[in-house]
């Protein structure tokens, strides 16, 4: 049975950040990997990291791969900033580049 406990870690996320996130649309990998990032920064309390492929890889469970790809559109999206090998989360949601819920719908259904 999972008992998972605030004193044993926890990630700290403004809610304004949540709420901006709850309006946007993300394919499945982004999520998956936005949560892997804040995990492997806030998570630490810092603002970034130096983050494997292969570290995203365990966390999540995609394929190299396709973290590889996903990587390249959130960095796109401007939801994340590479600086060298680290990266960190783009807090500024106004920067995000949104994608459409018709255009998430669509890359869905042919999954």
């Not at 949560?35 to 983050?51: L, N, P, Q, S, V």
């Not at 590889?68 to 796109?76: D, Y």
């Amino acid at each position: 049975m999972a008992n998972p406990q605030k004193e044993n870690g926890h990630v700290d996320i403004a809610n304004e950040i949540v709420e901006a996130m709850a309006k946007t649309h993300f394919s499945s990998y982004e999520i998956q990997i936005l949560f892997a990032i804040f995990r492997k920064t806030y998570g630490w309390h810092k603002k970034e990291d130096w983050i494997t492929g292969s570290q995203l890889v365990q966390m999540t469970g995609i394929h190299k791969s396709n973290i590889s790809k996903t990587l390249k559109k959130l960095v796109q999206r401007n939801m994340i900033i590479r600086n060298g090998k680290k990266l960190s989360f783009q807090k500024d949601y106004e920067k995000w580049k949104k994608l459409s819920k018709q255009t998430t719908n669509k890359k869905l259904s042919k999954q």
